[in-house]
C-alpha cells in the first residue's frame, strides 16, 4: 500500500521561504501526476501544482505561479514544494498527492477527485 510522507512544514515570518518534501513508500507506485494541494480553515482545498513525474514538468496555479516551484527525485521517489516570499494568506495545511493511471477517472491534474493516494498534510503558518 502506498504512503505518502510530508515533512517541512512550520512557522515563518512573512516574506520568508520553506520547502515541504513529499516521501513515497509501501511499494510500487506507478503515477502520472503527483500535486500538491492546500486547505485553509473554512475554505475549499486549493490546487498549488502538479508535476508529471517521468518528465519532470511542472504546472502551477496561478497564486503561486513565480513564488513556488515543484521538483521531484526519482532515486529517492520524493517531490519537493520550494515556496518563496511566503504571506500570512499562505497559511493553510499543505497535502501531497499522487495518481494511479487507471483510476482518474479522465480527470483533470487539477482536480483532487484525480488523485487516490494523499499524505497525511503539514501545518504551514506564516506570521505578518
Known amino acids: 500500500q502506498v504512503q505518502l510522507v510530508e515533512s517541512g512544514g512550520g512557522l515563518v515570518q512573512s516574506g520568508g521561504s520553506l520547502r515541504l518534501s513529499c516521501a513515497a513508500a509501501?511499494?510500487?507506485?506507478?503515477?502520472?501526476?503527483m500535486a500538491w494541494f492546500r486547505q485553509a480553515p473554512g475554505k475549499v482545498r486549493e490546487f498549488l501544482g502538479a508535476?508529471?513525474?517521468?518528465?519532470?514538468?511542472?504546472y502551477y496555479a496561478d497564486s503561486v505561479l513565480g513564488r513556488f516551484t515543484i521538483s521531484r527525485d526519482i532515486s529517492k521517489n520524493t517531490m519537493y514544494l520550494q515556496m518563496g516570499n511566503l504571506q500570512p494568506e499562505d497559511t493553510a495545511v499543505y497535502y501531497c498527492?499522487?495518481?494511479?493511471?487507471?483510476?482518474?477517472?479522465?480527470?483533470?491534474?487539477?482536480?483532487?477527485?484525480?488523485?487516490?493516494?494523499w499524505g497525511q498534510g503539514t501545518q504551514v503558518t506564516v506570521s505578518s
Open positions: 508535476i508529471l513525474w517521468r518528465p519532470g514538468s511542472a
Open positions: 509501501g511499494g510500487a507506485f506507478n503515477r502520472v501526476f
Open positions: 498527492a499522487g495518481d494511479s493511471p487507471d483510476r482518474t477517472n479522465g480527470l483533470s491534474y487539477l482536480q483532487p477527485d484525480r488523485y487516490v493516494y
